[in-house]
């Protein structure tokens, strides 16, 4: 059973590099203007990676509970303080999803940047209602204000 888990564990770090490749993909998208066709099929490919990252989880939960450990990162460092192998492959996971958050903050704040941006242009697209305190062509400003 330890050779499952280690399989699942070698799996899902190939996966999460995976992820770190498609978000390094997203950023440069998000970083440029006109990529909205790469842009989606980033966010497909991560989506299906995530879904496989997810099934992966589970197989290595049902490993570790198999073997006697709880699921989880807490029965993960468990058996990696017994087995230099999987505590190995453990190591490079760990570093490996620490890159995944990083790059995903990261995207986040892009996001965010570009629907500000998108928003400032929207509204700079909207008419501006009059302000009450523009004379109106008539020279009244209540003529004006209540257009």
């Known amino acids: 059973m330890r050779d499952v888990l280690q399989s699942v564990m070698t799996e899902e770090h190939s996966a999460t590099e995976q992820l770190a490749s498609l978000l390094e993909l997203e950023r440069k998208a998000l970083a440029s203007s006109g990529q ?12 299906e990676t995530l879904k496989n990252l997810a099934a992966l989880e589970l197989r290595r939960d049902e490993a570790l509970r198999a073997l006697g450990y709880p699921a989880g990162r807490a029965g993960l460092e468990r058996i990696a303080r017994q087995d230099r192998r999987v505590g190995d492959t453990w190591a490079r996971l760990k570093a490996c999803i620490e890159r995944v958050r990083r790059a995903s903050e990261l995207n986040a704040a892009l996001v965010t940047i570009r629907m500000d941006s998108n928003n400032r242009a929207f509204e700079s697209l909207q008419p501006t209602p009059p302000r009450a305190d523009f004379y109106g062509p008539d020279g009244r400003v209540t003529a004006f204000a209540s257009a």
């Open 36 to 47: 909205t066709p790469l842009l989606q099929a980033v966010i497909d490919r991560k989506s």
